[in-house]
Every structure is written in C-alpha cells, then in structure tokens.
C-alpha cells in the first residue's frame, strides 16, 4: 500500500514532533503551508514537500490524502472549514477551537460537505488508554470512589511571547494541557453530573487550576498548571486500582491491581499511532472517527467552557 499523503498547515514545534514520528511509519508529508515562508520552505525541505504560502493553493491541490492542522487553535475553524469546504479530509490538533460553538461549526461543516474531520487527541488513538477504559467499564476495579489526575509543565518559563502565555492566542493552562485530563475523565466515565473550577489568572490567562468532576458515587479530581512538572493518573474502586504514572505524554503503561491479581499493560501513546489509526479511518471512508467521535470533542469544550466561565476567564477577541 503506498504511503499516506499529508498536507501539514504550520510547520512550528507540535509539527515538527508530529514529522519526526509519522516518517518512521507509511506516511508522507507531500505539501506545507504557513505564513513565515522561510520557516516553511525549510521545513518542507527536511521533508521533501513542496511549500506553499497561499493557503487556498495548498488545499486546492491533490497531491495529498489528508490535511493535518498544526497551528495555534485560535486559527484551527478557519482553517479546518476551508479545508473542509474544498472536500479534504481534516486531522485537526486539540483543542480544535475556544468555545463549544467553534466545535458546532466544525462539526456541521463536515456534515454539510460529507469529509471526514477529527480532533488530534493522541490519547484516545492509543491502546493503553482504550485498556484503561476497558479495566474500568468491566468491572475490573469494581466501582469507582476516586480519581485524581495531575498534569502540569513549567510553561511559565517560556517565552512571554508564546501561544502558550499568550490571551490573544487563548493561551493558558486549561486549553492547552488541561484538555488532556478533562478528556480522559470524559472518554471513561462521559459527560459529569456537576463541575467545579477554581483557578488561578495572571496577565489574562490561567496559569493553574483544580477542576472537579461529579459522578454518581465519586468524583473526578484534576490538576493543571503551568509553573512545575507534574503528572499521574490514579483511579480507584472498591476492588482494586488502576495507576499510569504517565498518562497522556508518551504512556507505555498502565497497571492494574486487585486483590488477586497485578497486571501490567504496555503500549504506545505516539504521534504515529494516531496518524496511522486517522489515515486507516480516512481510507475506509468514514466521516467521524471511532476513536475521537464528535460528541467526545464536543462535550469536552463544554465543560472547558464552563470552567472558563467559573474563573471569569474571557480572552481579548471575546471582548467585542
């Protein structure tokens, strides 16, 4: 089977990690564009593409299977509707827009022009978050009383300039890491009964919070922030725990312990799966993907949402 073909928009850091995976397996990046036009032509050099600094003429032509937005997600509905308008199939980084109503656009432009479209969530691509889910909806650990998940980076030491610590490119700790535990509580136990955000904000962005998700029974405890470096994910029930010291950046590993039993999962949570399990969706013809569904992307901007809405957390283009 030939290789996948991927028209990459951007070609920055997330695009770069992305190339550098996806080349090991059957895939190939043939077009990139963006608008720093030295920036691309040397990146689409390293990957033998052609570069293109006019959008439309990149989307316009059919050199590729599949179009892979890597962008700052303030940009990701235009981009992802235009791509989406000329029939291309559209792989998109999380989060895909700011608010639950850029989902609803993205969501109907696919309906509307029958293409496939999907939020780049590597997480729910990988086997060992789909085992997770599994130990838990068996009954492996009988019912659930308790999760707690932490994930945090020192983004605080970056460059002030970044989309990271940027309001104008809705940068923060919840759109940008807090995604990843949000999804992960949603993709295992759906959408919460009640939501709960305290936070902290600094020069127009969220730079920590607590979130907490209600279920019938237990809750859902997560932490994110941007000033140390922090991960874990522990769900516990009334027979037994699951632990992945690492569940979201590289997880090779999850364990499960009960009274009879421990049980090492191991796995790969990598760009290349993601892309590899995307393009398989792409060729069979489907417009929504099994592993990322619309309402997944959906619901998960909703609660982000709501806890925007909780900390009075409104960026600058909201302001109008």
């Not at 130990?135 to 990271?164: C, H, T």
């Not at 940068?171 to 949000?182: E, K, Q, T, V």
């Not at 979130?211 to 769900?235: H, P, Q, R, W």
Request: neutral net charge; contains cysteine.
């Amino acid at each position: 089977m030939r290789k996948f073909r991927w028209a990459y928009i951007g070609s920055g850091n997330i695009a770069k990690s992305t190339a550098k995976s996806i080349e090991k397996g059957n895939h190939i990046i043939t077009a990139v564009y963006g608008r720093n036009k030295e920036k691309v032509e040397s990146f689409a050099k390293k990957q033998g593409a052609r570069a293109y600094d006019d959008f439309e003429e990149c989307i316009s032509s059919d050199d590729f299977d599949a179009v892979y937005i890597a962008t700052p997600h303030t940009s990701h509905v235009a981009y992802a509707t235009r791509a989406m308008k000329k029939g291309k199939p559209v792989l998109c980084e999380k989060p895909v827009g700011v608010c639950e109503n850029d989902v609803d656009i993205l969501i109907k432009t696919a309906k509307e022009n029958d293409v496939y479209f999907c939020e780049a969530m590597w997480t729910w691509f990988s086997d060992v978050a789909l085992m997770v889910k599994k130990w838990v909806q068996s009954g492996e650990i009988g019912e659930v009383k308790d999760v707690k998940i932490d994930y945090a980076f020192p983004g605080l030491m970056m460059s002030k300039n970044s989309r990271v610590l940027t309001p104008e490119t809705a940068g923060g700790a919840l759109l940008d890491i807090g995604i990843y535990p949000i999804t992960y509580c949603y993709n295992i136990f759906g959408y919460p009964d009640k939501i709960e955000c305290s936070g902290t904000l600094k020069n127009g962005i969220d730079i920590k919070e607590t979130v907490i998700l209600y279920y019938k029974g237990f809750k859902c405890t997560l932490n994110m922030a941007l000033d140390t470096l922090k991960e874990s994910c522990y769900i516990k029930g009334t027979e037994g725990e699951i632990s992945l010291p690492l569940f979201f950046h590289m997880a090779d590993k999850a364990t499960l312990k009960t009274k009879e039993k421990k049980e090492v999962f191991k796995g790969k949570t990598d760009y290349l799966t993601e892309f590899t399990r995307a393009a398989e969706e792409i060729r069979a013809g489907k417009k929504e993907s099994d592993y990322i569904p619309f309402m997944a992307t959906k619901e998960c901007m909703r609660i982000m949402d709501e806890c925007r809405r909780q900390m009075k957390l409104v960026y600058p283009f909201e302001m109008n």
